[in-house]
């Protein structure tokens, strides 16, 4: 519920005290007043709630009295699930007041902690909270300014399901130390993001040893940590088998990174692998085959969706060649990658002399890549040839926004006469498009 019917809660208290089923989620809109004495009945009506499942205050301040009144209605609560409370002015103080509802509800899964102003201060309260807490699974901490206080509140990770820490500051040693220890015991972790942290080289070979450990993580995502080649081998080689999603786009892997990815993907250590980002990695054509051909050794029935844009330098015959030799590859994108004329022509010769059966690549995305309309209009008609959709049979979306004259009449016709052939296939030509133009 986003509560844009009146500028109180009356309503909203109303209906949580009489156990609307039909109100599960709420979420309190900024022009809701909510003042100590709102505070007070919200309260009281959580307290009683059987049916809110989502509870988001986010767009609101809370003081640290408010925050004390909210958490003594949330520490009987048996139904809510998920709680945002506070908006960037949250605080320390506040946080400190909300923990102890943290420690005797037995509902609450996930908190979301992003943006609320946290500080070292409240760092060890965090922990001890969701240490004592018998429920919280999941915690979102991106983006607070926790300094020297990561040390506080990494330890308690280890009992968690799901840990998300953009933008922290993790990377120093005493961090990565404290992280890796909490990961040697997180046998139930599944999901970890640590993006825009200061995650180097040596970060990871500490993370790597706690990673090793982790035996149910299946998602990991590291992008824009300075980790280079190095960094980028010791994790990906430390990444146990049951791990099906790898974000590590804009770290520097360079090809030595990529190339130690795809030893892995070799000698299947990697089995379950679904979904890779190695976007603006400097990645060259060498590299990027090297892990095609080692994304075929996938077992049969696994499917990969690569993201591999911001890459310059990939418009090379032997790319396009392994693109279409890997028969494992389901989604391919490539945005920025500078195709240009002489990408797009050694796609186009590969898809030509393909003699290889039907390809099961169902989205491509070759927007941004300063494709000349010509090229384009050939690339376009080529999908629609007889020999083209024969090839790539399986193909429902292709994205060829943000290029040169993209949306001109040429490129126009040329799409409908795609259409045309192939109906159900969707084009996407303006970034806006998220359902092609027909």
Same mark, same amino acid.
């Given at each position: 519920?986003? #509560? ?36 007070? %009945? ?19 301040? @809370? ?21 945002? @409370? ?61 300094? #020297? ?9 280890? #009992? ?96 030595? *990174? ?7 993907? %070799? ?12 976007? *603006? ?66 796609? @186009? ?6 003699? *290889? ?82």
């Amino acid at each position: 519920m986003w #509560g844009a019917q009146s500028q109180g809660i009356d309503d909203i208290v109303r209906r949580i005290s009489q156990n609307d089923a039909s109100l599960t989620s709420l979420y309190l809109m900024r022009h809701r007043s909510f003042n100590e004495e709102d505070a007070g %009945r919200l309260a009281d009506a959580l307290s009683r709630s059987e049916t809110l499942v989502e509870l988001n205050l986010s767009s609101h301040a @809370i003081s640290p009295r408010v925050a004390g009144i909210l958490g003594a209605g949330l520490k009987s609560n048996q139904s809510i699930r998920f709680i945002s @409370i506070g908006n960037s002015t949250f605080g320390d103080e506040a946080m400190v007041e909300l923990c102890g509802c943290f420690e005797e509800n037995t509902s609450i899964t996930t908190i979301d902690l992003e943006r609320k102003g946290l500080t070292r201060s409240s760092a060890a309260a965090v922990c001890r909270a969701v240490e004592k807490s018998t429920s919280v699974k999941h915690l979102m901490l991106s983006h607070n300014d926790l300094q #020297g206080g990561l040390e506080d509140v990494l330890p308690c990770v280890s #009992g968690l399901e799901s840990f998300v820490s953009h933008s922290c500051g993790i990377g120093c040693a005493r961090s990565s130390t404290a992280l890796s220890v909490a990961m040697r015991n997180a046998s139930a972790l599944k999901r970890v993001e640590l993006d825009h942290n200061m995650l180097d080289a040596s970060s990871a070979v500490l993370l790597a040893e706690g990673l090793s450990h982790c035996t149910c993580l299946e998602k990991i995502s590291l992008s824009s940590n300075p980790l280079g080649p190095e960094g980028v081998s010791s994790l990906v080689e430390a990444l146990p088998a049951g791990i099906q999603s790898i974000d590590i786009s804009h770290t520097d892997a360079q090809d030595a *990174g990529i190339c130690s990815l795809a030893a892995c993907l %070799r000698s299947q250590k990697l089995p379950n692998i679904r979904y890779m980002n190695i976007s *603006g990695c400097g990645l060259t054509a060498r590299s990027m085959s090297t892990l095609l051909e080692a994304a075929s050794h996938l077992p049969d029935g696994k499917g990969l969706e690569l993201d591999a844009g911001e890459n310059i330098g990939l418009g090379h015959d032997e790319f396009f060649s392994y693109v279409l030799t890997c028969h494992r590859v389901l989604s391919l994108r490539l945005h920025g990658c500078n195709l240009g004329t002489r990408g797009i022509e050694s796609l @186009i010769r590969a898809l030509e002399v393909h003699a *290889g059966g039907a390809h099961p690549l169902r989205d491509l995305d070759i927007s941004g890549n300063n494709i000349p309309e010509d090229c384009m209009v050939t690339l376009l008609s080529q999908l629609a040839s007889p020999h083209g959709i024969s090839v790539f049979s399986c193909l429902q979306t292709l994205v060829i926004a943000a290029n040169p004259d993209v949306e001109g009449h040429k490129v126009a016709d040329a799409v409908e006469a795609l259409y045309t052939a192939r109906p159900s296939m969707v084009v996407i030509r303006a970034a806006t498009d998220s359902s092609g133009q027909k």
